[in-house]
């Protein structure tokens, strides 16, 4: 496996295509100077992260130590870098229909549905259904 150069990372563009499929400078979460420098150091970053880079100079070591939450950021590229971070890991806005399955997909599945008539027996109604028939 070929080991990668510093220079061959900060030469890339990183992108992120599933958080970010326009590019970070059209999604309005991060200004000109910070789409930028998420393109240019994103690649750096990942690498420093996963280990395939080692830490030698003193702006790698920086930008190691913002990724991993040990001091806070300084440098453009260092607040770029915790802001998306705190945009992709920020949690998932719940549904205004809850998160339960839908149970109609449920009883397809389990071969119930059409015209059957287990789907009433799960029915919480019926017990309160009352019927006159003796009129």
Request: aromatic share 6%; charged share 35%.
């Amino acid at each position: 496996m070929a080991k990668v150069t510093r220079e061959q990372l900060l030469t890339r563009s990183y992108q992120d295509p599933k958080n970010y499929p326009y590019g970070f400078a059209r999604s309005g979460d991060f200004s000109i100077s910070e789409s930028k420098a998420l393109s240019q150091y994103g690649n750096l970053i990942c690498a420093l992260l996963d280990g395939e880079l080692d830490c030698n100079c003193k702006e790698d070591k920086g930008l190691l130590a913002v990724a991993l939450g040990e001091k806070a950021p300084e440098s453009v590229a260092e607040r770029a870098w915790s802001k998306y971070q705190m945009r992709v890991n920020r949690p998932k806005a719940g549904s205004i229909y809850g998160n339960k399955p839908n149970h109609s997909d449920e009883k397809i599945s389990r071969g119930g549905g059409g015209g059957d008539d287990d789907d009433l027996d799960d029915s919480p109604l019926d017990d309160d259904v009352v019927l006159d028939d003796e009129d």
